[in-house]
């Protein structure tokens, strides 16, 4: 972890900010020629701090950079850390990229930010793994619970099961230097109240991670969202057979409708959710009511925005929900190219659209094979996800089980006057197990595959 390096950390997409982080022993020294020939010889304090200055990546044009500074072991990843913050445009971006390259700055790995923090300690593992699953978060529960991990609160709880431990191994194997009999011969109950208190612990913990476990047999969420009129309530009771009141009047739907859509090209069952038409002005109250649930909105796992190809720029929804988007054009039957305004401005929006066309006078089977091959992709990342998380709660569980099954065994040792240095045997195993949990005895590979499912930012 010599070399320093840098990343983009926010969506390469037309943007007020964008942010390129660095992070690096050596960092201070490995900018101080980049701050020469690309600022003007501006001179980076050290220091927590912002430090704003001028940046000519070209010759005619200056770029506003901000520079946000924190220096290690008390940043993020234990090292020396620079942001660098600049309007969100990608070009520009990539230019700064290619500048920090030019001196000898190396692009990070997926993860590789939240994997110097492991091995810097500022997170243990189960804190790194956090990190990862409040990014892939597919509910606000989800992202709840992922945010308590990353907080501290399983390493918290371990270190007090841990100390609790340590206190009864040192009475333990303080008492095995004396002979049996002598008057520093350890009794059972001077340790026994540890090992009650590690074994009451490891039970809370086992209980608040089985709250963490993701349901394995969770229907991915498919949200049908955009304008009224745009054919959302069609396809919904097409590819779910559920009869649906469809009407031209704007604001027919008031409130958002949920049916199971039992795919055959795939062997899925996906929940299929008719939101209420949300772009243009509301009809009255109740309508306008139903448009806001879309900021709270969290119940799928991919929004279908449903457009008409020739949807007006002032039609469209001026939010959308916080998930991937697959743009939908309906009404493909029509023959009709999608207006280049609306390209052009779904472009801006979304960045790189995934689009795919329906046709309103297709059957079930062409239109449900045709979302099917759309979709795929967004469920297969989607299912990795739900297997990390269940490969990760498992590991705990296993974890949490041989650490309380040893402490069983020692408690019962104890109890029955057995030798001490089998109880001792007992808590070390322990340990151990607890040791893994958090990291401190974790094989290389399982490193390895934890950290390359993270984004190249994190």
Same mark, same amino acid.
């Given at each position: 972890m010599k070399h320093s390096i840098y990343a983009v950390a926010t969506p390469m997409i037309p943007a007020e900010r964008g942010v390129i982080r660095c992070s690096g022993v050596t960092l201070f020294d490995d900018l101080d020629p980049w701050f020469e020939h690309y600022a003007s010889g501006f001179r980076l304090q050290v220091g927590r701090s912002i430090q704003p200055f001028s940046c000519k990546f070209y010759s005619d044009l200056d770029i506003d950079v901000s520079a946000m500074v924190f220096c290690g072991p008390h940043s993020a990843t234990g090292e020396d850390v620079v942001e660098f913050h600049l309007p969100g445009n990608p070009v520009l971006l990539q230019r700064l990229e290619q500048s920090l390259a030019e001196f000898n700055l190396l692009p990070a790995e997926p993860g590789e930010f939240t994997r110097r923090a492991f091995l810097n300690g500022r997170l243990d593992l189960s804190q790194a793994e956090a990190v990862l699953e409040l990014v892939q978060s597919r509910s606000v529960e989800s992202a709840r619970a992922a945010s308590q991990l990353l907080s501290g609160g399983l390493g918290k709880q371990m270190a007090d099961v841990r100390e609790a431990l340590m206190a009864s191994l040192v009475e333990l194997e303080a008492g095995l230097d004396f002979e049996e009999g002598d008057s520093q011969d350890l009794r059972p109950s001077e340790v026994i109240g540890y090992v009650r208190e590690a074994q009451q612990m490891l039970q809370e913990a086992t209980v608040g991670q089985q709250t963490r476990v993701v349901a394995s047999n969770s229907r991915f969420g498919c949200l049908l969202f955009g304008p009224p009129n745009a054919g959302k309530t069609s396809l919904f009771s097409k590819l779910t057979a559920t009869p649906s009141l469809i009407s031209s009047q704007a604001g027919t739907t008031r409130d958002y409708r949920r049916a199971v859509w039992q795919t055959r090209e795939i062997d899925v069952e996906f929940d299929l959710i008719d939101f209420p038409g949300v772009g243009g002005d509301a009809v009255d109250q109740r309508d306008a009511l139903a448009r806001e649930l879309v900021a709270d909105f969290d119940q799928a796992d991919l929004c279908l925005l449903c457009l008409h190809p020739h949807t007006a720029i002032e039609d469209l929804p001026a939010h959308l929900p916080s998930m991937p988007v697959l743009v939908v054009f309906t009404h493909g039957d029509l023959g009709l190219q999608v207006s280049s305004d609306l390209a052009r401005e779904l472009n801006n929006r979304l960045g790189e659209v995934n689009s795919v066309l329906v046709s309103n006078e297709n059957g079930l089977s062409t239109t449900s094979a045709t979302l099917c091959a759309a979709i795929t992709p967004y469920f297969d990342a989607a299912e990795k996800v739900i297997a990390q998380r269940i *490969?990760?709660? %498992? *590991?705990?569980?296993?974890?949490? /089980?041989? /650490?309380? /099954? /040893? !402490?069983? !065994?020692? %408690?019962?040792?104890?109890e029955s006057g057995g030798q001490q240095d089998l109880v001792a045997a007992e808590i070390h195993h322990a340990l151990s197990a607890l040791a893994e949990l958090v990291g401190e005895m974790t094989p290389d590979d399982l490193l390895d595959r934890l950290f390359s499912a993270f984004c190249v930012g994190k």
């Open positions: *490969r990760n709660s %498992e *590991r705990y569980h296993h974890a949490l /089980a041989t /650490a309380s /099954a /040893a !402490v069983t !065994v020692a %408690e019962q040792w104890l």
